[in-house]
């Protein structure tokens, strides 16, 4: 561990904007990482932790406290606990990319979908990244972490993260601060051993998105391959001579609304119906049924909607930037901001703001950024 001097978040962020901060401090193994939260929480100072630097949209002003770059990396194979699932514990700074590519290439199912996806494995259950059907939560067994409120170190099952659609009680949503302060230091997966021969695909979202059949069969680098290559022909894969991935990725979440809500936009936006938690068992004492069964409560199903499709139809297309803004749309994508060249967080944060109202202009509803901001408002 050691105090470094200050490096400017346009550096180590995937948006590039943000100044250098007060203090900063590199860990690279799981002790330093725990002694440095513990010293900065001593000393009560503001702090946050830094890790792929992919999901975050920093100010343009210093940042006032310290932050904590979370290096740590490695996978250890822990021991089977059933046939046919392998379970892995991967340090939180480890590479995500990395960790899909070590499990495809061992022949372990359960993330491959989510190739390409920038950022580090400490940050996946924070936010329970997914793509085209797969989300980290299909997978998650426990995460190792360190809470603020009392410097402890524990052991979490996912059951207690709250894990929902890109939320976690860890996420720190725009507006409002996490319901539980901690820091991830370890996550532990059970992935399914099915070797390198192809099998057929379950989920109707990635067969939908690589254009499989039902009976279509695929090898689980075949996927990897293909996502990748879908990604990337959106801008979605990091590449630094491409400024459409000079983002944060998705800039708005897809929002999950009511169906009633879901009602009153155009029939041609794409939704995706949110399945709802299922009633408790009811349970009726023998000695007290009089041979009435209640009817079930009426189950309501909250709807995922296109927040891209919204931003284009309210006359936003790709590469659209206001002008005079060194900040824009991506030319291969409506929900991703990009940093076009030297843009500042003000003009990113400006043009996030106009998105936001054309949109509740066109169709009544406010997108939320899907970025942690740091000193900066929209």
């Not at 207690?160 to 991830?184: C, N, Q």
Request: glycine share 8%; net charge negative; with cysteine.
């Amino acid at each position: 561990m050691g105090e470094i001097t200050p490096i400017r978040l346009a550096e180590l962020t995937t948006l590039r904007t943000g100044a250098a901060p007060e203090r900063m401090i590199d860990a690279t193994t799981r002790d330093e990482l725990v002694t440095a939260l513990h010293d900065v929480w001593a000393t009560g100072d503001e702090w946050f932790v830094l890790g792929g630097g992919s999901n975050l949209f920093a100010g343009d002003e210093p940042f006032e406290g310290t932050v904590v770059r979370i290096l740590t990396e490695g996978i250890e194979r822990m021991p089977d606990p059933r046939p046919g699932i392998a379970r892995l514990r991967v340090q939180a700074g480890h590479n995500w990319d990395a960790l899909v590519a070590y499990a495809v290439a061992e022949g372990l199912a359960g993330i491959e979908a989510m190739s390409g996806i920038p950022g580090t494995v400490g940050a996946a259950p924070v936010q329970n990244i997914g793509a085209y059907g797969q989300e980290i939560v299909q997978t998650l067994v426990e995460v190792e972490l360190i809470d603020e409120s009392t410097g402890d170190v524990s052991v979490v099952s996912a059951a207690e993260l709250g894990l929902g659609f890109r939320t976690s009680v860890l996420k720190h949503h725009y507006g409002s601060v996490p319901e539980r302060r901690a820091v991830i230091l370890s996550v532990t997966l059970d992935l399914a051993q099915v070797g390198h021969t192809e099998r057929p695909i379950a989920g109707e979202q990635l067969r939908s998105a690589l254009r499989l059949g039902p009976d279509d069969t695929v090898s689980v680098q075949w996927i990897r391959d293909h996502v990748l290559a879908t990604r990337a022909t959106k801008g979605m894969v990091l590449d630094d001579a491409d400024p459409d991935t000079y983002s944060a990725g998705s800039f708005f979440q897809n929002a999950i609304v009511s169906e009633s809500f879901a009602r009153t936009l155009p029939p041609e936006c794409p939704r995706w119906q949110v399945t709802p938690d299922l009633d408790p068992v009811l349970v009726i004492p023998l000695s007290s049924f009089d041979g009435f069964v209640p009817q079930p409560a009426v189950q309501t199903s909250d709807v995922k909607v296109s927040s891209a499709w919204l931003i284009e139809h309210s006359g936003i297309s790709k590469a659209f930037k206001l002008p005079r803004s060194r900040a824009g749309l991506s030319t291969k994508h409506a929900l991703a901001l990009t940093n076009r060249g030297q843009a500042t967080a003000g003009e990113i944060a400006e043009l996030a703001r106009f998105i936001q109202s054309r949109v509740y202009s066109e169709f009544g509803l406010l997108l939320q950024p899907e970025p942690v901001l740091i000193g900066v408002e929209l």
